[in-house]
């Protein structure tokens, strides 16, 4: 099993910054990708941000220039610094890890339990 530990979000200013990590711990034979989900009242979950074990990311139009996705290999922690935050980024954050157990298991999903972020304007 594995088991994914958010930072606390918080509240923040329009135009200031927050940072999330997020911490993998359990069975862990390889760390293909973690990111980054939201989901604001009313709204679906949507990607926020990704990174692969290799450093490639992918990020929604909507972060571009203002959060960046960073990881920790050695730690199986990633990191969102999120910058000119504005009030549409409020939204409950959830860590997403795609995990192989082991060398014999396939790639699994899990998430973590969500971290609020508020923005006021």
């Known amino acids: 099993q594995v088991q994914l530990v958010e930072s606390e979000g918080g509240l923040v200013q329009a135009g200031g910054s927050l940072r999330l990590s997020c911490a993998a711990s359990?069975?862990?034979?390889?760390?293909?990708?973690m990111g980054w989900f939201r989901q604001a009242p009313g709204k679906q979950r949507e990607l926020v941000t990704t990174?692969?074990?290799?450093?490639?990311?992918i990020a929604d139009d909507a972060v571009k220039g203002r959060f960046i996705i960073s990881m920790d290999n050695a730690k199986n922690t990633v990191y969102l610094q999120m910058n000119s935050l504005k009030p549409e980024d409020t939204a409950i954050y959830y860590c997403n890890a795609q995990v192989v157990p082991t060398a014999q298991s396939l790639v699994h999903q899990y998430w973590g339990q969500g971290t609020q972020v508020t923005v006021s304007s």
């Open positions: 359990g069975t862990i034979f390889r760390l293909n990708l």
């Open positions: 990174i692969t074990s290799g450093g490639h990311t």
